[in-house]
């Protein structure tokens, strides 16, 4: 099992900038992609911004140029900073762990945190 914790969330107008972080906890494990999804209100959990273990990145559209995404696989974190924020940027966001292995094992596995709120008022 690896549990995620989320921090960072809160509220902010519009144009201002919020910083997630996420830190994973656990044995043995090393995690394949890790990042961020979130989920407004009557939609659909979306990607956002994940980060590959060899470093690679990926941005949802709406977010790109405007989200960083890092991670530290040594302290097995992930954090996204979040500027020029938007109202519609508003949702419950969440910290992934994917393509998670375990060494005492097989297969891969998938984690999910409890999710922070970001709010963006106009």
């Known amino acids: 099992q690896v549990h995620l914790v989320e921090s960072g969330g809160g509220s902010v107008q519009a144009g201002g900038s919020l910083r997630l972080s996420c830190v994973a906890s656990?044995?043995?494990?090393?995690?394949?992609?890790f990042g961020w999804y979130r989920q407004a209100p009557g939609n659909q959990r979306e990607l956002v911004a994940v980060a590959s273990s060899d470093g690679t990145t990926n941005y949802a559209d709406s977010v790109k140029g405007r989200f960083t995404i890092s991670r530290d696989n040594a302290k097995n974190t992930v954090a996204l900073q979040m500027s020029s924020l938007k109202p519609e940027d508003t949702a419950v966001y969440y910290c992934?762990?994917?393509?998670?292995?375990?060494?005492?094992?097989?297969?891969?596995?998938?984690?999910w945190g409890p999710g922070t709120q970001v709010t963006v008022s106009s």
């Open positions: 992934n762990a994917d393509r998670v292995r375990f060494t005492d094992r097989f297969g891969q596995y998938k984690f």
């Open positions: 656990g044995r043995s494990f090393s995690i394949g992609v």
